[in-house]
């Protein structure tokens, strides 16, 4: 494969989706300030949203367990605009009336955007995108072991 056909631009946009590399476990993001950096912001955001508290895990419960998901965000020109880091449950492990009891998760439907896209462009709407950093917006956990 060569590479001499690309614009300069080009060349170095694909250079830097090399540069940096999404860790696959904690112990490679720990080495790093700028993932350990994004862990303490998600950790931060889920505090101020109190999206749990900690209790003592009573006897013969066994806890949830969690892992540490690692994402690059980028410009367009594809240098790193920042570095995401989301802590997850293992839901998996989980069973429904025991650990929880009901789930929702609010997901904007293709056919909606392509209601609102067109509606917003004839009335001249202005259209911005947003990136929620930790979307809590009516969740209420029940309960949570440790």
């Keep these: 494969m060569s590479f001499s056909s690309l614009s300069s631009s080009h060349k170095k946009f694909?250079?830097?989706l090399y540069s940096d590399i999404e860790?696959?476990?904690f112990k490679d993001a720990n080495q790093h300030s700028n993932w350990r950096s994004a862990m303490k912001d998600e950790l931060d955001?889920?505090?101020l949203n109190k999206t749990w508290r900690l209790i003592d895990c009573p006897a013969g419960v066994k806890p949830v367990g969690c892992k540490w998901v690692y994402?690059?965000?980028r410009k367009l020109d594809g240098s790193v605009d920042r570095?995401?880091?989301r802590l997850m449950a293992k839901e998996f492990t989980?069973?429904?009336g025991v650990d929880f009891l009901k789930t929702f998760s609010p997901v904007v439907k293709s056919a909606t955007i392509r209601l609102v896209l067109p509606l917003a462009s004839m009335k001249h709407w202005p259209i911005h995108q947003l990136d929620v950093n930790n979307a809590f917006l009516h969740g209420i956990f029940l309960r949570t072991f440790i």
């Design 14 to 16: 694909l250079l830097s």
């Design 23 to 25: 860790p696959k476990s």
């Design 45 to 47: 955001a889920l505090e």
């Design 71 to 73: 994402h690059i965000k």
């Design 83 to 85: 570095y995401k880091a």
């Design 94 to 96: 989980q069973t429904e």
